[in-house]
């Protein structure tokens, strides 16, 4: 599986964005898929996942009321909806992927590469 991540960029504090991950490859629907990110000097952390039905859907508590996970499986993508962003949410944001691990930690087994978002204040 190869995933792809888009749509960051630099915005406002208090402003939006919307994150893809298209995932190609071995048909991807049927694995748990995730968001992390990562700040300079910080370790990678969690944000939300979602299973392969969207029944199971997970957030870390900071972003709760926030981000929108959700998925598209005719598409092979995933989607996050950053609202109200803040300049601590400044990271990296990485999607993966497992056909069995859905923890929060970082054991997924496929990753993208990363897509850059800046929150200015």
């Known amino acids: 599986v190869q995933l792809q991540a888009s749509g960051g960029g630099l915005v406002q504090a208090g402003g939006s964005l919307t994150l893809s991950c298209a995932a190609s490859?071995?048909?991807?629907?049927?694995?748990?898929m995730a968001w992390f990110r990562q700040a300079p000097g910080k370790e990678r952390e969690f944000v939300a996942r979602?299973?392969?039905?969207?029944?199971?859907?997970y957030y870390l508590d900071s972003m709760k009321g926030r981000f929108t996970i959700s998925r598209e499986n005719a598409k092979n993508t995933v989607t996050l909806q950053m609202n109200s962003l803040k300049p601590e949410d400044t990271a990296v944001y990485y999607c993966?992927?497992?056909?069995?691990?859905?923890?929060?930690?970082?054991?997924?087994?496929?990753w993208g590469q990363g897509t850059q978002v800046t929150v200015s204040s």
């Open positions: 993966a992927a497992d056909k069995n691990y859905a923890g929060l930690r970082s054991l997924y087994t496929y």
């Open positions: 979602i299973d392969w039905n969207s029944d199971n859907i």
């Open positions: 490859g071995r048909t991807s629907n049927n694995y748990v």
